[in-house]
């Protein structure tokens, strides 16, 4: 292909891609009837659906800045033909940023119904992961709990001494100094401060975002948590779509699918038949939620994920070279002894509801006699333990299974590439919003934005014919 013919060709896509762009627009206005009430009071404002395009279609480009993305406003004409030749200022864009993002999970909705009307999946299979992104917050624009109990005695009780002024953070030291509030309005402040701590468990506060949550990031050469948003995903395996996308404080994936299941529920409008997560998600809170939907849940367990990676350790005692036989109830050691059980015992309840049951399997009289003493185990005789519930158990065997090994292997495929298209294509970790709420929305337009281009591809591998796609969107958007 000359250089010509393939300027051509990318010209005709980026043309495609707008077209069904604003074609997708249209149909979420039409499809969930969201409509804007206007005063008669005043300058008109620009067109909803308009600037949504806008900036929709900016983000489709991977353009986030407000400033870029009016300039494109202006003077490029894709950008002046999707969005009917409106110029707004890179204040309005903003404002429409701020006060509309959440529309983008309707879009978002309405992409994946379009994907299962039109037969490029059936959202069978949902591959579930967490990502973590820093928030839009200085590492020296913080203040600890220690220096906000310092402060408050400042001006409650009695000034500080000049060493203990010194031992304040330098965001505490510029509070102190600070001559634009009063004392009043500083002890309020003060207060305020000491309150969110409380409310996150933690002993230090950004300052630019309250939201955020100190997180522990996978970046290399990152020693110490930073100020971070839990970004939850749920992929569908067949397709590679979004299907939802959850921001939360908690550092932690261990309880974290009924909320974002509950958000794909609602985008699908229908139920996939099967999770995958990883071992971390393995815990009775989510197990039980899935369970009571009849959805299959293929979560591994430590020992699984070790043995399905082919990362066994090396000691040879260890507890992932001890087999159970389901059928006898006994544990077999590497030497082919039985251990039986010993008995079973009440574990403690785990956070959101549910215990297991702690069972211990031991042989003394084989340990007694075994060769391996001090090797194997250094006191008596060796115990294996292992916490089971009804729905654990039918979780483990399932993924024990050939079909579950199977079903499982296609999660890798669906969810490592998610995290560095966000952080290294769209920059997220760099763009100025703060706010729980105002990143949970920002996700719903990245997300949008992603799941258009992979439509857009997904209809060219498939060869389908994109103006028949969109007289299909046309019709689903009316029904």
Same mark, same amino acid.
């Given at each position: 292909?000359?250089?010509?013919?393939?300027?051509?060709?990318?010209?005709?896509?980026?043309?495609?891609?707008?077209?069904?762009?604003?074609?997708?627009?249209?149909?979420?206005?039409?499809?969930?009837?969201?409509?804007?009430?206007?005063?008669?009071?005043?300058?008109?404002?620009?067109?909803?659906?308009?600037?949504?395009?806008?900036?929709?279609?900016?983000?489709?480009?991977?353009?986030?800045?407000?400033? *870029?993305?009016?300039?494109?406003?202006?003077?490029?004409?894709?950008?002046?033909? @999707?969005?009917?030749?409106?110029?707004?200022?890179?204040?309005?864009?903003?404002?429409?940023?701020?006060?509309?993002?959440? @529309?983008? #999970?309707?879009?978002?909705?309405? @992409?994946?119904?379009?994907?299962?009307?039109?037969?490029?999946?059936?959202? *069978?299979?949902?591959?579930?992961?967490? /990502?973590?992104?820093?928030?839009?917050?200085?590492?020296?624009?913080?203040?600890?709990?220690?220096?906000?109990?310092?402060?408050?005695?400042? &001006?409650?009780?009695?000034?500080?001494?000049?060493?203990?002024?010194?031992?304040?953070? %330098?965001?505490?030291?510029?509070?102190?100094?600070?001559?634009?509030?009063?004392?009043?309005?500083?002890?309020?402040?003060?207060?305020?401060?000491?309150?969110?701590?409380? &409310?996150?468990?933690?002993?230090?506060?950004?300052?630019?975002?309250?939201?955020?949550?100190?997180?522990?990031?996978?970046?290399?050469? #990152?020693?110490?948590?930073?100020?971070?948003?839990?970004?939850?995903?749920? /992929?569908?395996?067949?397709?590679?779509?979004?299907?939802?996308?959850?921001?939360?404080?908690?550092?932690?994936?261990?309880?974290?699918?009924?909320?974002?299941?509950? #958000?794909?529920?609602?985008?699908?409008?229908?139920?996939?038949?099967?999770?995958?997560?990883? /071992?971390? &998600?393995?815990?009775?809170?989510?197990?039980?939620?899935?369970?009571?939907?009849?959805?299959?849940?293929?979560?591994?367990?430590? #020992?699984?994920?070790?043995?399905?990676?082919?990362?066994?350790?090396?000691?040879?005692?260890?507890?992932?070279?001890?087999?159970?036989?389901?059928?006898?109830?006994?544990?077999?050691?590497?030497?082919?002894? *039985?251990?039986?059980?010993?008995?079973?015992?009440?574990?403690?309840?785990?956070?959101?509801?549910?215990?297991?049951?702690?069972?211990?399997?031991?042989?003394?009289?084989?340990?007694?006699?075994?060769?391996?003493?001090?090797?194997?185990?250094?006191?008596?005789?060796?115990?294996?333990?292992?916490?089971?519930?009804?729905?654990?158990?039918?979780?483990?065997?399932?993924?024990?299974?050939? *079909?579950?090994?199977?079903? &499982?292997?296609? %999660?890798?495929?669906?969810?490592?590439?998610?995290?560095?298209?966000?952080?290294?294509?769209?920059?997220?970790?760099?763009?100025?919003?703060?706010?729980?709420?105002?990143?949970?929305?920002?996700?719903?337009?990245?997300?949008?934005?992603?799941?258009?281009?992979?439509?857009?591809?997904?209809?060219?591998?498939?060869?389908?014919?994109?103006?028949?796609?969109?007289?299909?969107?046309?019709?689903?958007?009316?029904?």
């Amino acid at each position: 292909m000359s250089d010509k013919s393939r300027e051509i060709e990318e010209m005709e896509d980026e043309f495609q891609l707008m077209y069904l762009a604003s074609t997708i627009v249209d149909g979420t206005f039409n499809f969930f009837k969201i409509e804007r009430k206007i005063s008669n009071v005043g300058k008109p404002p620009f067109d909803l659906k308009d600037m949504i395009k806008l900036i929709f279609y900016g983000y489709i480009n991977k353009i986030t800045s407000t400033v *870029e993305l009016a300039y494109n406003a202006k003077y490029n004409h894709l950008y002046n033909l @999707i969005s009917h030749a409106i110029e707004p200022s890179d204040r309005t864009i903003r404002d429409y940023c701020k006060y509309f993002q959440s @529309i983008y #999970q309707l879009i978002m909705s309405f @992409i994946l119904i379009v994907a299962s009307r039109i037969g490029l999946t059936d959202f *069978e299979h949902i591959a579930i992961d967490g /990502t973590i992104k820093k928030a839009y917050n200085s590492p020296f624009n913080i203040i600890k709990e220690k220096d906000i109990s310092l402060l408050i005695r400042h &001006y409650m009780v009695e000034e500080l001494t000049k060493d203990e002024i010194k031992q304040l953070r %330098r965001t505490a030291r510029k509070f102190l100094y600070d001559k634009s509030k009063t004392d009043e309005e500083k002890v309020d402040i003060l207060f305020y401060w000491w309150h969110l701590l409380d &409310y996150s468990g933690q002993v230090s506060l950004a300052l630019n975002d309250y939201d955020a949550r100190l997180m522990k990031i996978k970046d290399k050469g #990152q020693k110490y948590p930073k100020f971070s948003f839990n970004i939850q995903l749920g /992929t569908d395996t067949k397709s590679k779509l979004i299907c939802g996308v959850n921001v939360v404080q908690n550092p932690t994936d261990h309880y974290q699918i009924p909320a974002l299941m509950n #958000q794909i529920l609602t985008n699908l409008n229908t139920k996939p038949n099967k999770i995958s997560a990883d /071992t971390i &998600y393995l815990t009775l809170a989510n197990l039980n939620y899935l369970d009571n939907l009849g959805i299959s849940a293929l979560i591994p367990t430590s #020992q699984q994920n070790r043995e399905n990676s082919g990362n066994l350790p090396d000691n040879e005692f260890a507890i992932d070279y001890f087999d159970f036989d389901e059928y006898k109830n006994v544990v077999i050691c590497p030497q082919n002894q *039985e251990l039986t059980l010993d008995g079973t015992y009440d574990a403690p309840p785990e956070k959101g509801g549910g215990n297991k049951i702690k069972a211990v399997y031991s042989n003394y009289k084989a340990c007694n006699k075994c060769e391996f003493k001090g090797k194997c185990f250094t006191k008596n005789h060796r115990t294996i333990t292992r916490y089971i519930h009804e729905v654990t158990y039918k979780v483990e065997r399932l993924m024990a299974s050939e *079909e579950g090994i199977k079903e &499982y292997k296609l %999660r890798s495929k669906t969810v490592e590439a998610h995290n560095g298209t966000f952080k290294r294509i769209y920059h997220y970790d760099d763009i100025p919003i703060t706010g729980l709420e105002r990143v949970q929305n920002l996700m719903f337009t990245i997300v949008a934005s992603y799941n258009l281009i992979r439509l857009f591809n997904l209809i060219k591998i498939n060869k389908m014919d994109l103006f028949s796609v969109i007289s299909s969107i046309r019709f689903i958007s009316l029904m």
